[in-house]
């Protein structure tokens, strides 16, 4: 059985772009959630989307946005990148609610 | 607001020693509490989850013990072994799978 697939692994970008993220959570798996992790900050909940609806949202700047489609595939967008943007991003994945959430390897995102 | 604290912040073991790593959180509603191993360029990887209507939970090597009324977990690896080294992160949520709360991590090394 397949994990959680995160595209691409790696990024590079310029501050002021923008990026899309992308996660592919197991078959099955109907919730989508994404986290940040930092040296400094840890682990950070992002959002989390069920069957394509945002059900939580953590403490971040409006420049972070998700979505979630049909399929359950999720995306999540950072707009006007900032330096401290750079970070390890990471997708979970859990059958609909009240199951164990599975990480994918993540994206490392670097904001020159 | 950190609502998980972690400690230590960084444990060194010889091999077959016992690892302990300990949680506190603040929280009340969280209901769910799991453990996760991240080795350098991957995710977090679910190692042991407890819900606070048990005391302990074993599988393997690994042990949770949780006290509810101290608002504690911690967990115990037994006859720890070098490819145990890793980043281990406590975490909590109101909802397993969603909306993860992370302590800081413990960086743990085992000596051969």
């Known amino acids: 059985k397949a994990g959680v697939t995160q595209t691409p692994r790696y990024l590079i970008k310029t501050r002021g772009q923008q990026v899309t993220l992308s996660c592919s959570p197991i078959?099955?798996?109907?919730?989508v959630s994404w986290y940040q992790q930092t040296p400094g900050q840890g682990l950070q909940f992002l959002f989390e989307?069920?069957?394509?609806?945002?059900?939580n949202k953590g403490n971040f700047p409006g420049r972070f946005s998700g979505r979630q489609f049909s399929n359950s595939r999720s995306e999540m967008n950072v707009s006007t990148l900032e330096l401290g943007d750079s970070a390890l991003y990471l997708c979970?994945?859990?059958?609909?609610?009240?199951?164990?959430?599975?990480f994918g390897q993540g994206t490392r995102l670097t904001v020159v | 607001q950190q609502q998980v604290k972690q400690s230590p912040q960084s444990l060194i073991v010889q091999k077959g020693g016992i690892s302990i790593i300990n949680c506190a959180y603040e929280?009340?509603?969280?209901?769910?509490f799991p453990w996760y191993q991240q080795f350098p360029g991957k995710g977090p990887a679910l190692l042991i989850a407890?819900?606070?209507?048990?005391s302990e939970k074993k599988e393997g090597r690994f042990t949770i013990s949780f006290n509810k009324s101290a608002k504690q977990f911690s967990l115990h690896i037994m006859d720890s072994q070098p490819g145990d080294s890793a980043t281990y992160f406590c975490?909590?949520?109101?909802?397993?799978?969603?909306?993860?709360?992370f302590g800081e991590g413990t960086q743990l090394t085992v000596n051969p």
């Open positions: 979970a994945s859990s059958r609909p609610a009240n199951t164990e959430a599975f």
């Open positions: 078959s099955g798996h109907r919730s």
């Open positions: 989307y069920f069957s394509e609806t945002q059900r």
């Open positions: 929280n009340t509603a969280f209901d769910y």
């Open positions: 407890i819900r606070p209507d048990v």
């Open positions: 975490a909590a949520s109101k909802v397993s799978g969603s909306r993860l709360t």
